[in-house]
């Protein structure tokens, strides 16, 4: 491709490619193209991306951030499951000689195994995509239990989910998933993508999420997984009291009852208060609390 050629995400080149490679975005593995150079630029900028990063990108499509990417990273690695898209990105990318297409689904990618074979070690290590909605959560899941410590993760999603990872206790949008990333990093919006940013246009808004290391939290869980379960399972019925969801998970038998009294106690927690009232340190001191009454 000649560097006179607009680049990938302006919209009249997006739309020359779809038409040339006869490309029909697939649903069902949630491909909308970003078309507006402003906006990709802003993306690579909130991670502030420089010369000594390398980067991981999953879902390059059709190279539109791929390609703004590789313009500040050192070298970028970017994970694409659709197989009809390589030659594309053959093609689109071909100026670039710091960019590895590596054609497999990243929930199935070994993130920690491909950053050790891939990039030069002393260099920071950042995730920086707009990634496919249908599976934002296992995919962020996945990121932070990969044990790879990434130095910044700038991520577009769904705006209805970043609002549901950034939101506080006591609102509407807080629930498991809050708990769980907020546990995980520190995670705040960078800024709103209107769905007409997209070719095609999705039915839904966009919001960029960057998640950051978190400072140490004042208590641990015994276990992280016992901490993810019990915060999902007091969320089942998220308009009902704590102490209808405990009796939900433990049981209602009168000895059962007694020692979740006790141990609500311990913890200075009203069994009146809607699980939505409670702060992630709530929900890890009663983890670790149920787990010494033997209840977990
Ligand atoms: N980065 C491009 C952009 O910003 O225009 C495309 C983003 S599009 C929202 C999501 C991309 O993720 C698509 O290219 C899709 O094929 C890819 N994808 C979907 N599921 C995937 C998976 N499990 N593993 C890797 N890539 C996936």
């Not at 313009?71 to 000689?97: C, H, M, Q, S, W």
Request: glycine share 6%; aromatic share 6%; net charge negative.
């Amino acid at each position: 491709m000649n560097n006179s050629a607009p680049e990938i995400g302006s919209p009249a080149r997006t739309k020359a490619i779809l038409t040339r490679y006869r490309l029909v975005a697939k649903k069902s593995l949630g491909q909308n193209f970003l078309s507006d150079l402003n906006i990709l630029r802003n993306i690579v900028n909130a991670a502030e991306v420089t010369e000594d990063d390398n980067v991981i990108e999953i879902g390059p499509g059709i190279g539109a951030l791929t390609e703004q990417i590789a313009k500040g990273a050192r070298k970028v690695v970017a994970f694409e499951i659709d197989e009809n898209l390589l030659p594309v990105l053959d093609e689109t990318l071909a100026d670039y000689d710091n960019i590895k297409i590596i054609n497999q689904d990243i929930l199935k990618a070994n993130l920690a195994e491909v950053i050790h074979e891939e990039f030069e070690p002393g260099h920071p290590v950042k995730l920086v995509a707009n990634l496919p909605y249908y599976i934002t959560t296992p995919i962020l899941m996945g990121v932070l239990q990969s044990g790879v410590a990434f130095d910044e993760i700038v991520v577009m999603m769904q705006k209805e989910v970043a609002d549901r990872l950034v939101a506080e206790p006591g609102t509407k949008a807080y629930g498991s998933l809050s708990v769980v990333m907020q546990y995980k990093a520190h995670v705040a919006v960078a800024f709103e993508v209107p769905r007409t940013a997209f070719i095609p246009q999705p039915n839904v808004d966009s919001a960029i999420i960057r998640l950051t290391p978190r400072e140490p939290l004042p208590v641990k869980p015994y276990e992280e997984e016992a901490l993810f379960k019990f915060v999902k399972g007091c969320f089942i019925h998220r308009r009902k009291t704590l102490w209808n969801n405990l009796q939900g998970l433990f049981g209602k038998q009168p000895e059962v009852r007694e020692r979740l009294e006790s141990v609500l106690e311990t913890v200075g927690v009203s069994r009146q208060l809607r699980p939505e009232r409670l702060t992630l340190i709530n929900f890890i001191e009663l983890t670790n609390a149920f787990h010494n009454e033997g209840l977990m």
